[in-house]
């Protein structure tokens, strides 16, 4: 039988006599869709890429061996042909899958993630970067570790597109709490329309500050959201009747406050960019994003602007009564958080596909006793760590990120 691999197998070379390794190295290409040789190999002793037809004294040793042994062992190892096709993990590869996870959303665009990747572990692993952290309006990091698990969500998908199965921890090391989630990357993947499906969105989701229809949300689409939070272990329902009045009232409450707070109000200093503002323009909000101010309507809309008038903005009427979603968890530690933003990031995504279009509505979260009365009464949820805005509207204007150089640092 002709020898057949996968990426991510490892080739082993041994001594035809002794059985000893002479040098091993893991599968990085393959030329032919089924599997045969000749293969691209990062040999473990070297760290160097060579192309190989291997000999006699060369085996295979398949990915997480356990599955796939067995099926060898019953001759029904499945084909390449049958697995997306997992593209060697080159350097470029490993930069556009962590460009993809930082086009995710995070507050005032501060972006406050580093990730590093080991080639030997095959691991990514997320840091919470505190240069991104917001003092005054996220003092206890909910929103960074939201932010965080929006990128992560982001990465799963990317991954998964990439042909990859991947393992997810989030907080693997409980001695270093800044240590957020670790992906390591398995095994090539099935078929599986999960998460990658969502990929199509990852770059085309955008937050918009736009008026939006009054047009219903279809059930089926509802339901769709429903259960991408649920996957994520978040409750997200849609606010209706006398609570969507009440959370739009504390909304423009939160909104009222921040505008005559000066910690809010540095805070937005820090990360918004007028137009004639020469600092770096790879975070924070630029003024082209701040959206139309609010004639009329009760959609409550953050004022990147401050309430300070910007030359040229236009005004426009908003929704009447806004479709407004919370996304609410049973507990309330840093795990749920992060569950939050990858719930977050999944719904956004999942509307991006649906043409939905979403903005963020979070500012009565940042005040403790606005936070409490948010929740519904009805749902065994006790926290609300997010709300969103949906409706069929302009999608949003894309905003800077930092260069992937800047996020990232790859170890052998
Ligand atoms: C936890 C969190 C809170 C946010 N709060 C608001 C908000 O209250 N108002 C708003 O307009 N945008 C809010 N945003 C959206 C960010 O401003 C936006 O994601 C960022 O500027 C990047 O833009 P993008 O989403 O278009 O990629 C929030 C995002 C996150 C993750």
Known sequence: ????????????????????????????????????????????????????????????????????????????????????????????????????????????????????YSRRRRVFHLRADLRGALPHSDPELRALHIGCGAALMNLRVAVAHEGWEAQTRPLPDPGDPMLLA?????????????????????????????????????????????????REQVALSFVSGWHLQYVVDLALEAEARNLTDAGAAADLARFTRRA?????????????????????????MRDFAGGKPVPGRPMADFETLPHLVLLSTSSDRPVDWLRTGQAVERVLLRATLAGLS??????????????????DPMSGMAYVQTVLRLGYGPPGTRTPRRPVHDVLDIEP
Request: charged letters at 25%; zero cysteines.
């Open 1 to 116: 039988m002709s020898m057949r691999a996968h990426v991510g197998d490892q080739l082993i070379v041994e001594s035809p006599t002794t059985g000893v390794t002479k040098r091993d190295g893991e599968i990085v290409g393959l030329h032919h869709d089924d599997g045969t040789p000749p293969y691209e190999v990062r040999w473990s002793d070297t760290d160097q890429v060579t192309l190989v037809f291997p000999g006699p004294d060369a085996h295979i040793q398949p990915i997480g061996h356990g599955r796939e042994g067995q099926r060898e062992a019953t001759g029904q190892r499945t084909s390449t042909a049958t697995h997306r096709g997992a593209r060697a993990l080159s350097e470029a590869v490993i930069m556009s899958l962590v460009e993809d996870a930082t086009a995710a959303p995070s507050m005032h665009n501060a972006q406050p993630w580093r990730f590093e």
């Open 182 to 230: 670790s992906v390591t990357l398995t095994r090539p993947l099935g078929g599986e329309a999960d998460p990658a499906g969502l990929y199509p969105a990852v770059r085309t989701r955008h937050t918009s500050r736009y008026p939006f229809d009054e047009r219903e949300i279809p059930p089926p689409v509802r339901t769709a959201l429903v259960d991408a939070a649920h």
């Open 276 to 300: 004639d503002d020469t600092r770096s323009a790879t975070e924070g909000v630029p003024e082209y994003a701040f959206g139309p101010r609010r004639r009329i309507g009760k959609a409550p």
């Open 358 to 375: 979403a903005s963020f509505v979070t500012q009565a979260l940042e005040w403790h006793d606005l936070r409490w009365p948010l929740r």
